[in-house]
């Protein structure tokens, strides 16, 4: 539930389309809709700016199936991460207009229609990152963030990243996943004047640490405008440049 | 350099109060200053929206007023982290000008005059987690954001926080320190719908591991709006918060 | 054996029902019966008042479901846990009163009949939590102990804990399952006077390190009514709380 | 502030020796006392059953005395823990009421008087443990606890222990702290029907790694009835130890 | 080929039934034989006393076979570990006088008759350590040592141990093998005079991280008559306990 | 693109069988060709010596195929590593003349004909260790170097290694391969006068930790002329390692 | 205690030169001397065949000085690890008989006379090794073994091991102390048939991690007569030691 | 004993300026010469090119003072790392033409005259890692090698980098201290066609875990052509970058 479904449904009731009671009943589901297994946080948006994310990892693919089709009962737009095979499938047979895109593991369901706000670049260091790249994409462009994909441009070509800089200035926010050794955020961060979030991949050889390795270089970066999330959280790094791109393109 | 000195020295070539003789020269010490032990990037306010900042730490005393010195001769705001009291005392004599701030270990030199843009909130843990707070407060206050301290309101008494949650709702971002278990974050980024940039500090009973356990707690953050920077680094959050303010805002 | 079924026995003896040559030899498999590939440790129960259980990781069908029968045989109540499918269907075989909870990989026999001695309520953070919560569940309630499950109730809602507050309050102990962050068990922590026992799980990102993170954000919490067992075992969190609860209900 | 401190201040609103408004001040420093730097939760006594607890380090000593001394005037009885020289000296100056046990590095004011609710037994594996079990007593001392000290009753010489078998049997709860491979709640567990807290201890050769061996080998205790806490945390397994006596000895 | 073969050897020189051009040829396979992936090290057993052992993991059957089957060409026994089920049908189609033990993951060839010389006692804490303490019963028990097995005798039911306490006292050497805490070599240590060698074993719950735990554990034993192999290395246990049995049993 | 075929090219146009209009396409490409999910740097081998290679991990078949094409394409020799079957398959499908080291798990194509320069050795502690040691080899032939190949030398038969050292003599640089506790490059190290290239395999009991345990042992060798590279990185070794000897043999 | 003195106390009683009551007495200290803050094992001798040796790390000089007069007063020979000078002083001034090795950091206190048993050799790959190697002679002598020093024979510079290896020949067991990458034990275990016991220490740069690199390469050892004690614990090695090599000398 | 000073001395006997009874008795110093503490292998030279260097850390000054003598007695250049204060004073008393260049670290002996033969650049990317790269240049000065210092020229400001791209082009090899991410070698090595050699240095805020996050990272690099060497270990760096500049000059 979006601040202006809020709007909507109380202008119903003043214009008496809805009555209170009925109104009441919808709002009663707040602050969450108990399902036993989960608590669907439908009024997150309200709170946070952003509707809540199916996260379908170690959850059967009837609980996750169950949790969507509640959420897209709800008119918003809808997002599940983590989603393999058997997910998708269960998603899909209940909410035939979702979306699996099977490279970013995520299945998106689309109900609202919003200008876009903001411009984010989403860069990759190599061409073995792009999985959680385009989750991240998927991600920014549900959110009505327009989305400039940047990919297999790692440092130890320096010229692929110089010839795309003029890409890089027009952003508010750039994310960028690398695996190995995680070094391409921090030139990034020194090429420009956004915030720069890092997505450690878990690619590389044995003393990569299934990710480690590129976390680490990325927490250690000598750029200060970089931050990070976890490894392989492709999700939670479009999510931080959404919020930075709309408060750039102006209000939340 | 920032643009605004930039555009200053190009108008006093324009009205002819400097000739295009002295305007080369001191362009020409872009893009650095060479010092030998050092290389100074003059025009990174230029580049990155902000100037350079020295860390001292594995500097000599001596190295650090240099390069300080260099930096004030350039006429843009100084400011040096890690310092300790030798480095402190040889900075303040090459320029008396600046303030030592002992807490945030910090010396800070403001030689420029702007209207403060954007505002955040910066919340620690505990009242152990105040050095490290510090430390992202002055940064933040010498880049020209509004900051508001809330100190001491760690998760183990959940009524400080909720009691502040309005003092929340008006940054453009917040950051938050906490060491143990690194909890506030997360707690913080389901109340707001702005960027949390959380650090962990180094406090806590041995399986802190010197803030190796907050800073995992912080990474895993179930509360997508969160971004980590590495243990103790409050002039980095500080830094991106202060970019994500300005963007709010309004332009860089 | 129990020490109630001790006192029967001995009672029986008293009476003239068993003659002291059965009795010794019932009492001679004490302290414990040798498989050869395992000794079962019958008079565990009347040493520290809970029966042994099985853990099945590691050992054959066959094992397991040779120690659960001769357990089952003993008279007492049974209980596997860590059994897959395989495991399960010899079990079954072998004592069909038997019941298999796949979602908490446990195998049950209940062939006792007491009063419910005490009350625990049961958090898990996310819905992917769940098979830990259940183990912990499956193990208390065989114990004869009282429980509340509270699924879904992590840190990045906070209404949904604080909606359930009136529930934890009636408890006599709490266990906390939570990946990702482990922040829960510290938020409960403060809200409660009662022991909470928190179980990381591992649920997560790259970085939860299959829980390692979680296990540490729990042993730094900042609460202090808060220990913590290991990764993913919410059987040794059921084993405490349930004495925890039995001792608040007064007497072993 | 306690339940007892709270029903004695209705009382004297009642029987006339408090006005309503005095009353009214008093309550109104709830939730909490705000001193800048800390916040202090008085009615955490009343939430949780005892009274927060003062963690020093990384506190200035001013800091802490000044946290101290607010407490104090509170009329409950006052710990602070991690408590160094200066600190001590600091909040004596302060307090001269208090008592600084150095060995346990904490200091102590007792200002209430109560009966001793519950028993429990702690348990060091080697002399060297003993600052961490002291620190653990005195906790459990000022709480109200009675304490049974058993020192230097580590596994390598088992007779030890099993010559204080009947000690631990009255316990209504069992800290032990230990070392090096941290065996020693397994071995205790083994023995007894409570529940044993683990506390790990950074005493070892090189590979003790300040303790994080002995806190894997607790966590992955054998013995069910074992839960954990942080690396040299006597104060925290004092806190559940003291709730499980008290629920044993019958209500909060 | 072992000092008795070189003997026999040599002795056949000296009565004529080998001519020394034979001989030589024979000999001039020393120091090893070169198979192109494996250089056969035949006099190790000259040089060391016990023969060299097949690590299979990471060969391929057909390399693995052809090594077995050269050293089995030499006519001393061979022993081959970590073998799968196809490695194990490959060395039997070449040599089917060999046995696979597939608990022990072993395949041995007997082909020499010696008396047994020295007596160790091999211990497992758990029935799912036995996979472990069977590879190094086998691993000794060619090696012309006697074992007794001990197994389930964890510190978790101290009677147990206790009472197999005589069957202790007569080996020159004790392995002990266990997951989760690994505190069984130190309690065994702590009651016997003789070498106790810790196996810790991949057996546990998350944190055990596969054997770290118990590793940990055991290198930090407070008994200091326990030294430590590598995670599940059963066979490398029972190659030094043969070597103290021997030297205990008079001469190598 | 090599420094050679640039020099054909640019004689082409000056002997008229190349039309500027041409050159300049071709050199157009430069400085890489965008596939969109690949941006494949054909001037690496101007700006660095060698070609770029293909690292197939997490790229899918036909992503890997379609640069392995490309690169053909342009005349230049083409190596992919960590090939898999399926990989393999989609690359000889597109490119027949390319050639499937399975136990290398590499693929390569010679296009080029170039005498070889300079000589390297590379080592093998075990046989185990062979798969890296052939990636190395592969990738040096392909690169016009020499290589002898010395396998199963490691340092638990010492002779072995000192029966080859004449052979390590000759060699410009020495690339040793070796799991378990990687202690042969030290031992070569100080045999030699040349660069030791060291590379750690995941060979080894559960404390090898996939090979972390031979890659801290090299970091750490005793021997000054010992380098580093990642876990099995046999491609990386070799690299260095052909540099090395080019340079020896007289110019890049 | 050692079985001497037991014999020599019982003789007394039997010869009528001691009472039983007051042999009674001394008995009746069995199994343990409660100091309070310690249990001293005095039978430990006639249990395990040597005495307790005290560790005096994180024990006050005072405490460590009273559990060594007590064990002097006993008649044993006695030792204590890990003294600092303060210690050294306290135990000294206590009992002025006692020895302090500066280097090895222990007292010794020789008071029984013996003849030597076995024989062992203690090997150090470098200079900066001596002092552990040194904490394991000054413990092997002690208890009565001979001891052939062999100092800095690293195997960067192979030949000086190889030098030494007739004195290896006639060792019972050989210690090995290495920092760094650990290598030595290795080459030592494939050179002798005897068993290596290898010792960590914290001799290194940087990511020697202060002796894991060295002890997780022991661990991973290709010889498989190594075993392996904690970093820096030189005692540990000569206790087991000692007892090989009494064992290869025959009887306990 | 250079294998120059080796021919000399056969001359000299040639010429009968020494008879053959003093050159053996030089030469009966090999292979080294037994201080007690410390083997000084004085023909390691002779076999790996260059000499043995003294690292003095753990050593006591009088010990590295001795050996550092001894070489200097032999003729040679000597070198000592890692030497404080006290133990450059000692060196310093015993060996007046020794010098000391505190921010190395180093004390240095020149006694011979060689032409310099290759060359190097060695990098620094801040000016905290001055203290590494100056070891670094110390030694390859020592060996005869030029070096160009370039420092402070880090990724987060890139042109400070490509401004000095012209001296990296003429460099044999390359040497790259960095710390915190540890970025500068992939990115330098992607510029080259010469093997670097990276150095992580222990300089960073927390999660650098002193050096280990460059370290990883530098293992991780995409660039093939680096290895790396321990943390701070700026003499083995220059030991290999000499070893390959010679090669590159011609010859040994």
Redesign the interface.
């Known amino acids: 539930m979006t601040k202006t479904t809020l709007l909507e449904l109380l202008a119903a009731v003043q214009s008496g389309s809805l009555t209170p009671a009925a109104a009441t009943e919808r709002l009663a589901n707040l ?2 809709e108990d399902l ?4 669907i ?1 439908h009024h ?1 948006a309200l ?4 509707p ?2 199916i ?1 379908a ?3 059967s693919p009837q ?1 996750t199936a169950e ?1 969507f089709t509640r959420m897209a009962a709800a008119g918003s737009d809808v997002l599940a991460t983590r989603v393999d095979e058997a997910t998708a499938k269960a998603i899909l047979a209940a909410v035939p207009a979702a979306i699996f895109h099977p490279q970013a593991r995520a299945v998106a369901l689309r109900q609202t229609t919003h200008q876009s706000r903001g411009h984010i670049a989403i860069l990759s ?7 959680i790249a385009e989750e991240a994409a998927i991600t920014a462009e549900l959110f009505n963030t327009t989305v400039t994909r940047l ?10 990243l110089l ?1 795309v800089r003029d890409q890089l200035a027009s952003a ?1 926010a750039i994310i960028v996943c690398a ?5 391409l955020p ?2 990034v ?7 720069v ?1 890092a997505v ?1 991949t ?32 492709g ?3 479009a ?2 440049a959404v ?2 791109a709309r ?2 393109a ?1 209000g ?1």
Do not use: W
């Open positions: 602050p969450y036993g297994h989960a608590r946080d997150r709170r946070t700016g952003l809540e994310v996260y990892q170690k959850k609980q949790i260091a190599g061409t073995s990152d792009q999985a990919y297999d441009v790692g440092v130890a070509g320096l010229h692929r010839s508010n695996g190995m050794e995680g070094a921090s030139v961060g020194g090429l420009v004047g956004v915030p979030i450690p878990s690619v590389g050889y044995g003393a990569s640490f299934d990710g480690a390795a590129a976390l680490l270089g990325m927490l250690n970066s000598c750029s200060p405008n970089v931050t990070v999330v976890n490894i392989d959280n999700f939670g790094a999510y931080t919020l930075i408060a750039a102006g939340i």
